[in-house]
């Protein structure tokens, strides 16, 4: 018999679990649409042209987020592009900050739970902030949410120091608030913040002295901090701060329907954080004036609200809401009943169980072509894909199965059990696909032969290219893997560009521009049924 498996998971196991889980797919994949591509083409600009102030996406700016983390991207970039193309090395920033993020996370609950069960809580808020479903994919790309993730949980670490050392707790919570606000905008650290202050007046262990001290110094850094960058673009180019401002703070959808959509999207994207959540809200709910319960709480419905307000059209801005939610979620799993823990514990097992299968069974009709309809349905989907057998890729999805069937069979009983297990579900779920997948799947996503293909039918003496119906992902894509920069098409001048790119449907020409101009290229990605890419030049 092997040896159990004993709860909580020494810091050291904990770390080989993150690291299982941010490592695969991390770098083996070109830019995907959309934010993977548009984040890694404004790091390539500032990285090639020095200009870091004004984020642009071939050329153009690109204002919907502040440039904290293409900074951070460009900066990996530059530094590891000797060894790894430049894409593969900016998204190594990923990596850095969600493993900052589930670090900080482990100390912030760590420190806020007291002298009683340190080890459990915290390994319990690394685990949920680990097994949320929406940061499956997610923390393998290039999104500056992750940049804002990590300074939310970097500012919720500060928090339980208020009290012993409010000074440096308050530089450090304010200089997490303000480089969350230049990571990804201002509504998950204003939620935050707010929530900081209610406590002040709300839970009687911060409302001395102290208290005001800290949270002076976390107001004074965070607003320095927030405005640097905002003020450095007014003063740069006043059309380019109210474009900002324009983009940052009005709202973009009606608050009713933008609360549904963001309900309903974090009914699975923050599973099973959110149940967990609730429970730790009403089987506490006699401790609602201790800060480390009223803090994460009072975020988490403020970030929703905001959120709401101002419009939530991709589920990746729902990333920042992880950090509170697996805060407060993780002082429910000493007290969960056994009945939920059981539930969760199986429906995590069967679960992951079912799919990792589904994915050893494609894997398995790629290379063998057996069973012949699966088979079918991989190759109508990427056609002219060629698998490969990579021993090192399928050694390393065997020994993910075989440690996760370790942890299945041989953890002993504790209320962390059905949380680790749910954890090792998804670095199996993920690695599994990252191993065994990953190829097929870049070969259908990645825009490289679009644009390389593209670029061989560009006349050398060519001055410009205009295009039309061409989305922001592509024309990132489209510049960083072969420098092709569009500009928009003029009606009144079409003359003024003799070279035009249209972006539309493979069943029709509708975008065509008409008599006089001549097909030079039509090409699109394997399989896809939505987007065609057809060049024309205007004859003299």
Not at 183 to 190: E, K, L, S, T, V
Request: hydrophobic letters at 55%; glycine letters at 8%; aromatic letters at 12%.
């Amino acid at each position: 018999m092997l040896p159990r498996l004993t709860l909580p998971l020494p810091a050291a196991a904990l770390a080989l679990l993150a690291a299982a889980f941010i490592v695969p797919g991390l770098a083996g994949h070109d830019p995907w649409k959309s934010q993977d591509a548009i984040a890694i083409a404004i790091a390539h600009g500032m990285a090639a042209s020095g200009d870091l102030l004004v984020p642009r996406v071939a050329g153009m700016r690109w204002l919907h987020d502040p440039p904290l983390y293409h900074w951070i991207a460009a900066a990996f970039g530059r530094i590891f592009q000797l060894f790894l193309e430049f894409h593969a090395a900016a998204r190594l920033a990923s990596g850095v900050l969600v493993a900052a993020a589930f670090w900080l996370t482990y100390r912030a609950a760590r420190d806020w739970s007291g002298e009683k069960n340190v080890s459990v809580t915290g390994s319990a808020a690394l685990l949920i902030l680990l097994g949320s479903v929406g940061l499956m994919v997610h923390a393998h790309q290039a999104l500056p949410e992750l940049a804002a993730l990590a300074a939310l949980c970097g500012a919720l670490a500060a928090l339980p120091h208020a009290q012993r050392r409010p000074l440096a707790a308050g530089i450090i919570a304010g200089a997490s608030l303000g480089l969350a606000f230049l990571a990804a905008g201002w509504i998950a650290p204003a939620a935050l913040a707010l929530a900081i202050a209610a406590a002040h007046l709300a839970c009687p262990q911060w409302r001395n002295r102290r208290g005001a001290a800290f949270f002076a110094g976390t107001a004074t850094v965070a607003l320095l901090l927030a405005v640097s960058w905002p003020l450095a673009l007014a003063l740069h180019s006043s059309g380019a701060f109210l474009e900002w401002s324009n983009l940052a703070f009005r709202p973009k959808a009606e608050a009713l329907a933008s609360l549904r959509q963001v309900l309903a999207t974090g009914s699975w994207f923050a599973w099973p954080a959110w149940p967990l959540a609730l429970w730790a809200a009403w089987s506490l709910r006699r401790r609602w004036s201790e800060p480390q319960l009223f803090v994460p709480g009072l975020a988490t419905l403020a970030l929703i609200a905001g959120q709401a307000w101002l419009g939530a059209p991709q589920d990746e801005h729902l990333i920042a809401l992880l950090a509170p939610l697996a805060l407060l979620a993780a002082h429910a799993v000493s007290g969960l009943r056994r009945g939920a823990t059981a539930a969760l514990d199986w429906f995590g097992v069967l679960t992951f169980a079912f799919f990792t299968a589904l994915v050893w069974l494609g894997y398995v009709a790629m290379l063998t072509g057996f069973p012949p309809r699966i088979e079918y349905n991989f190759a109508r989907t990427a056609p002219g894909f060629a698998p490969q057998f990579e021993p090192l890729a399928f050694a390393t999805a065997c020994l993910l199965a075989i440690a996760w069937l370790y942890v299945v069979f041989f953890t002993a009983s504790s209320p962390l059990r059905s949380l680790t297990r749910w954890a090792a579900g998804i670095v199996l779920l993920w690695g599994t696909f990252a191993m065994l997948w990953m190829s097929w799947a870049d070969y259908q996503k990645s825009y490289r032969p679009v644009a390389l293909q593209l670029r061989s039918r560009i006349p050398v003496d060519a001055q410009c290219i205009a295009q039309k119906s061409l989305g922001v992902s592509q024309a990132a894509a489209l510049d960083y893997h072969a420098g092709i920069r569009a500009r928009p098409f003029d009606l009144l001048k079409p003359e003024s560009c003799r070279l035009l790119l249209v972006q539309g449907s493979p069943k029709h020409e509708l975008d065509a521009p008409g008599r006089g101009w001549t097909k030079l290229a039509d090409v699109g990605r394997p399989g896809d049924k939505a987007e065609r890419y057809r060049l024309y030049r205007l004859a003299r």
